[in-house]
């Protein structure tokens, strides 16, 4: 990590950040209070995956989407669910099916008549993308038609319907789940589709241990009371300040230079020999210390 002066100010494209700022470092303390908090109050009702919920955490954080990949029965849905209800924002679960239709997700204009003047006019009908946290569950059973209705929401935080734009309320999070091991029917997501994922989380069947505590707590009575101790605002501010987070010129050469690797290569069409040298140049690359977070 590298040393600067007490005081010092570090130079960013979008403005100047100052390291001894007492509200920034106020702030870094609440998001490290409130993702200790987080976690307790989820505890309630998941058991183990501690993996899963630490990048479920760095999802919020960082304002971005996560596709989650797991058998049946693993707690996805309930873990996004139970998120929800922690930060006591708004939830919309969406099933995925192969009859899903784009305006079954964004909303459509329907005709209704004024009661008073007799009057007959076009009224938006706001579809479950507009929430805080969407869940798409089983993302892949549904044609990249329907699919492509997300497009815009994960990347803009807004949707376009009938020529007319509407934004999206902040904070903005589309989780999605599949299952790796049941393919039939179901519609692979186009590389346009995972791009506007930051996570590819995969998650898979607790310990021991874990499965005895699950079978204990799923065969009683359950009625966890939670807490919150992060709002929307709070989640709002923790991206804002993630954003104004400095990184030394090196660093961000390095990460240049794994992207430019990595998109000057299509994986579809190389060939054994060329394969084999991307495989060295990224593990040459990748063998050099990243301490972007360090």
């Not at 706001?126 to 892949?140: K, M, Q, R, T």
Request: contains cysteine.
């Amino acid at each position: 990590m590298f040393d600067l002066p007490k005081g010092a100010l570090v130079e960013l494209h979008q403005g100047t950040v100052d390291l001894e700022s007492a509200n920034d470092v106020a702030l870094a303390d609440r998001l490290n209070a409130g993702r200790k908090q987080i976690v307790a109050e989820l505890q309630k009702q998941i058991v183990g995956q501690d993996d899963v919920v630490q990048l479920v955490l760095l999802t919020l954080f960082v304002g971005g989407n996560s596709l989650i990949v797991g058998v049946p029965g693993l707690a996805k849905t309930l873990l996004i669910q139970t998120l929800a209800r922690v930060l006591d924002l708004k939830f919309t679960r969406i099933q995925f099916t192969p009859d899903l239709m784009p305006s079954d997700i964004t909303g459509t204009d329907l005709i209704q008549e004024d009661t008073t003047t007799g009057r007959r006019q076009m009224v938006f009908a706001p579809g479950p993308i507009f929430s805080n946290i969407v869940l798409a569950d089983e993302i892949n059973r549904t044609p990249p038609k329907t699919q492509s209705a997300l497009l815009e929401a994960m990347q803009e935080h807004r949707v376009t319907i009938q020529g007319r734009t509407y934004v999206l309320d902040e904070p903005f999070y589309v989780f999605a789940t599949q299952n790796p091991i049941e393919l039939e029917g179901t519609y692979p997501l186009p590389e346009a589709q995972l791009d506007r994922f930051m996570f590819h989380i995969i998650i898979d069947h607790p310990p021991e241990e874990e499965e005895f505590e699950v079978v204990r707590t799923t065969t009683a009575i359950q009625d966890p009371q939670f807490t919150r101790p992060v709002t929307g605002a709070d989640l709002i501010a923790f991206q804002r300040l993630v954003r104004r987070v400095p990184v030394a010129e090196g660093d961000e050469v390095k990460v240049g230079r794994r992207m430019m690797i990595t998109l000057s290569c299509d994986h579809r069409v190389m060939d054994g020999a060329m394969g084999a040298r991307f495989l060295q140049t990224v593990k040459r690359y990748l063998e050099e210390p990243l301490r972007l977070l360090v």
